[in-house]
């Protein structure tokens, strides 16, 4: 297919990104979908399963890893895709927030202790799972993925376990 098949049917680059973005799921956003199918009550076995459903959607489903990529490293940010950075970022705090839930559920219910901070717990690890994926997509044979991301989460929840 020519770019120019491409722009006869889409009006700009915020077009043809916009209807990409519409088609994929999002690891984060398919994560959080298997997540409510699961039934887990220790709510940081659920972060964990979360996390991990993550990274194993990165690594297994190469529709999505390719999408992840397109939005995430090679997307200049410019008006044209305003909406899409727009979508994107209400997926990210949508998926921050239920992260943030299962946080503050965890402190309520003791499983964490009162001084964890969920708000920051959830941002901390959207910064370790962007970065890994990140990583690893820059670098797929950097080192496995789903194994490394395992032993970073587990190393993280027995921190907040800890403090």
Request: aromatic residues 8%; negative net charge; charged residues 30%.
């Amino acid at each position: 297919m020519t770019r120019g098949a491409i722009y006869w049917h889409f009006v700009d680059k915020g077009a043809v990104f916009s209807a990409m973005m519409e088609r994929a799921t999002m690891p984060m956003d398919a994560a959080v979908k298997l997540a409510g199918e699961r039934a887990d009550t220790d709510p940081l076995q659920s972060l964990r399963n979360e996390m991990l459903a993550v990274l194993q959607i990165v690594e297994g489903d190469e529709k999505a890893r390719r999408v992840f990529e397109i939005a995430t490293l090679k997307t200049e940010f410019t008006d044209e895709v305003d909406s899409a950075r727009a979508h994107k970022r209400e997926s990210v705090a949508r998926w921050r927030g239920r992260l943030q839930d299962q946080f503050t559920q965890a402190v309520a219910d003791g499983t964490l202790p009162a001084t964890v901070d969920p708000r920051k717990a959830s941002m901390s690890v959207w910064v370790m799972l962007d970065g890994l994926i990140r990583n690893w997509i820059f670098e797929p044979g950097a080192f496995e993925l789903v194994d490394l991301g395992a032993e970073l989460i587990d190393t993280y929840m027995a921190g907040l376990r800890a403090r």
